[in-house]
């Protein structure tokens, strides 16, 4: 079936959403697809908030904020993206109050804020409460709000829609082929502009408080065309995951005084990071709680967790604050954060790294100011550089409402401007061909084992410490399973809604992002954010204040190659010369 | 029909923990081959501490890859996985092993009632969401907006606690006995939706939207049955705001 609309959306989470809001406030025609119903993105299971300078509880700044980002990402982040952001969040929140959202209050009825790692006021002197919440459950908020905002609009969604090809040629964005998972059809889109925020890849690791559809597709299409992932090394461990799941339980729970505890019920965090402590950013706490582990101060039956104690706060701030990872805490390990201690562990959560953009979410092409024209991406998906090498706690919820919007205003801008341009002849044709391979192989290999062999080894050789002999190993590993899922084969034979090839197209996807990431982190030898290499334990300006760009090699399977591009080491009207990153 | 064995347990926990036998029997249908459903019985090897969803995720995984259900977020938060568990709807990814079974025991899992069953587990939502569109489930205040936020106090936004904590699984609406026989019943969920924006002092539109809550498809359906608020995965007190809905209906004002 074919399908036209001038400004295209692939993925309903946060960035998505508000592209989608905002191309249709610039009178074109939009559509939104998702592999999911919409209120199921992964948005909603973001907790703690999204910080912004309103200064409602404390005295607050956008330069504050800045520099805080700018630090956090250890020097990589773009300057120009961090300014850019740090002033256009405020209006963004205030924009979702607007929208209805029903933001947590401070007792005079403004919106309410708290503490999160790594917001500190007079550039770095001590913490500040920046992080506008609705109680722990920000992110459900925002995605109903925004969903609901779009039901308001009339947009067009493709529901259980599943984007197989992106439409590229001669460097022009055409459209995207999508398969339709009620049916097993597949589906033409024609347009004007893309806006690719379809999220993640987070399902590469083993623990990991990703969603089961975090799986890296577009990021995957994108790179299987010879196009670039940028930063892909820098990929975010969470401190606390609850144990063994990896469920995300919120650095809100930080923010209002939670403490982490050792084995002896010691608060290491003063060790590691004296100013701020527990509120350090999220690769300084990783890396805390891992050593103590590995120093075997853990908790636990395997010794592999550390405790977070909120204890000594009131019952009401824990059941009401902090409600939803209170229910979480009782549901999956049954204990009371009221009178037990909970034991976490670090968990895989965000990639900082993706799809290259400018700060109009217009796509590179390579680190030279080469695009894709049409071709635009927004959120998790996307790297305009505002993380550098690792983001900061509620920075991805800013991210995904601020570039979200931007992509949506400027695709729109530009649909208005051009001519639909031609399809590529027989559109569905590389499509057609993934799915035929999968159906017609004749292998036995099975690919949920493949997956959690995947998923193992990427979280033993490049999790939260790295040396080059394990990476060594992993690119090896993640040849050896790709080789293997040439030969996986799919039984059921079903046209509708057949999930074991669509979960088999998935691990496709899988694979390529943990092909890229390996070989960028073992490329960039220095330690940086949350790249933390063993064999080289320190950052390294001098060679390596830039961003890495990798490419498939279309001709030598496998073979990945590195390209580099410059950081924006000035904003507008700021910039915070690379310093050591000390809290 | 009965398949066997499964090696290996679903959730990351401890070898250390004993194993539970459990027979899980699940009613599937596939609608290119089947006429009617029937059951099919899985025996399977679980830890106490794992989900449900983790041990159909199993039974898919490495036993039957054809079994067809949704899921996402493995924790309660997107609601794609509800599913009716020992007669129950509740959310596959929220249900722990042990406490729906014994060792030896038998968990049974089946679609949730009253939409239309399009293969195993996986059934039509979209007459969920038209009834769910159907309330306006958007923020209306056509007022020019300050600089800055709409002040509301606090007591005011905890009005609006517990019908924003609300993830749209449909636990409540299919679990209502008035929906399965009444179709055109909008049903629990979007009368939660409804009393998020009514009760909400910044939106514009009460009227109409107590109009639609006041018209026969709306709260008069109600019978009180109290089955949404025992099948919220995320103990929404359902049935009490149903009834503060019928009272704003009633005196015309929230």
């Known amino acids: ?583 | 029909m009965t398949q066997t064995h499964a090696p290996t347990s679903a959730a990351p926990v401890s070898a250390s923990v004993p194993m539970m036998q459990l027979k899980v029997k699940v009613l599937r249908f596939d609608p290119e081959k089947d006429k009617k459903a029937h059951w099919t019985t899985y025996d399977v090897e679980a830890q106490p501490g794992d989900r449900v969803l983790d041990v159909i995720n199993h039974i898919k995984w490495y036993l039957e890859p054809s079994l067809t259900f949704r899921r996402s977020c493995m924790h309660g938060i997107c609601g794609s996985d509800a599913m009716l568990i020992n007669g129950r709807n509740r959310l596959a990814c929220k249900t722990l092993v042990r406490d729906v079974a014994k060792n030896g025991g038998t968990i049974t899992v089946e679609p949730i009632r009253g939409l239309k069953v399009e293969k195993d587990l996986l059934v039509d939502m979209e007459p969920f969401f038209d009834s769910y569109k159907a309330i306006m489930p958007y923020f209306i205040n056509e007022s020019p907006a300050p600089a800055a936020e709409r002040i509301q106090s606090e007591e005011e936004a905890e009005r609006m606690a517990h019908s924003s904590n609300c993830i749209l699984c449909a636990c409540c609406t299919t679990s209502c006995p008035i929906f399965w026989v009444n179709g055109s019943y909008l049903g629990p969920a979007a009368i939660v939706q409804a009393h998020r924006f009514i009760f909400d002092t910044r939106d514009e539109a009460t009227q109409q939207r107590l109009g639609i809550m006041n018209q026969n498809t709306g709260v008069w359906r109600c019978r009180t049955a109290y089955n949404c608020t025992e099948a919220c995965p995320r103990d929404i007190p359902i049935t009490q705001l149903i009834e503060e809905v019928k009272r704003a209906v009633m005196y015309g004002q929230a």
Request: hydrophobic share 35%; glycine share 10%; proline share 3%.
């Open chain 1, 1 to 583: 079936m074919h399908h036209r609309y001038d400004v295209l959306v692939v993925g309903a989470g946060g960035a998505g959403l508000m592209a989608a809001l905002y191309a249709a406030k610039g009178n074109v025609s939009v559509a939104c697809i998702s592999k999911l119903y919409p209120t199921r993105s992964h948005t909603g299971a973001a907790q703690g908030g999204i910080g912004a300078a309103l200064g409602n509880v404390q005295e607050d700044h956008w330069e504050w904020h800045m520099f805080d980002t700018v630090k956090g990402g250890d020097y990589l982040t773009d300057q120009d993206a961090a300014e850019v952001f740090a002033k256009d969040i405020i209006d963004a929140v205030y924009e979702l109050e607007h929208m209805g959202l029903p933001f947590s209050r401070t007792p005079d009825g403004k919106i309410a804020q708290r503490k999160f790692g790594g917001h500190t006021r007079d550039f770095g002197k001590a913490a500040v409460e920046r992080s506008c919440y609705a109680k722990d459950r920000t992110g459900h908020m925002i995605l109903q709000t925004l969903y609901q905002q779009n039901v308001k609009a009339g947009t067009t969604f493709y529901n259980e829609f599943h984007v197989t090809d992106l439409l590229i040629e001669d460097g022009r964005c055409r459209g995207v082929v999508a398969y339709e998972l009620s049916t097993g059809e597949l589906h033409t889109f024609h347009a004007k502009a893309v806006i690719l925020a379809a999220g993640g890849y987070g399902r590469v690791f083993k623990i990991t408080s990703n969603a089961l559809t975090l799986t890296g597709d577009l990021m995957s299409i994108y790179y299987r065309k010879g196009l670039p992932l940028e930063d892909m090394e820098f990929y975010q461990f969470h401190p606390t995951g609850l144990a063994k799941l990896g469920i995300l339980v919120t650095e809100g729970i930080r923010g209002e005084g939670g403490i982490l505890r050792n084995d002896s019920g010691e608060r290491f965090m003063e060790r590691y990071a004296p100013t701020i402590k527990d509120l350090a950013p999220r690769d300084i706490v990783s890396r805390s709680i891992i050593t103590e582990i590995r120093e075997g101060r853990g908790v636990g039956r395997d010794k592999d967790a550390v405790n977070i104690d909120l204890t000594h706060l009131p019952r009401e701030v824990i059941e009401g604050k902090l409600a939803e990872i209170t229910d979480l805490a009782r549901t999956y390990l049954g204990m009371d954060p009221v009178k037990d201690l909970v034991p976490i562990q670090p968990t895989a959560h965000y990639a900082m790294g993706g799809i290259p953009t400018d700060l109009n979410g217009l796509c590179l092409s390579d680190g030279n100011g080469g695009t894709v024209e049409g071709l635009y991406a927004a959120g998790e998906q996307a790297c305009v550089s505002l993380h550098g090498a690792n983001r900061l706690g509620t920075n991805s919820l800013g991210d995904l409402v601020v570039f979200g919007r931007r992509a949506g205003i400027y695709a729109a801008q530009y649909a208005r401007q051009v001519e639909f341009p031609d399809m590529p002849e027989n559109p569905e044709r590389e499509s057609v061909d993934l799915f035929d391979r999968l159906r017609n192989s004749s292998g036995k290999d099975n690919a949920a084992a493949i997956r959690k062999e995947l998923q193992e080894s990427m979280m033993n050789n490049v999790g939260i410490f790295r040396n080059g002999k394990d990476m060594e190993k992993q690119v090896g590993i993640v040849q050896e399973l790709k080789a293997r899922y040439a030969n996986v084969g799919v039984s059921d034979p079903s046209r509708r809604y057949n999930s074991e090839l669509i979960e088999a197209m998935e691990l496709g996807f899988m694979l390529d992002c943990a092909e890229a990431m390996t070989a960028s982190a073992l490329n960039r030898t220095e330690s940086r954010g949350a790249h933390d290499r063993e064999d080289f334990t320190t950052r390294d300006d001098e060679n390596w204040l830039k961003h890495t760009m990798a490419y498939k090699d279309l001709n030598r399977e496998g073979q990945v190659q590195i390209g580099y591009k410059p950081v924006s080491l000035k904003g507008f009207t700021r910039a915070f010369e690379p310093k050591p990153r000390v809290y």
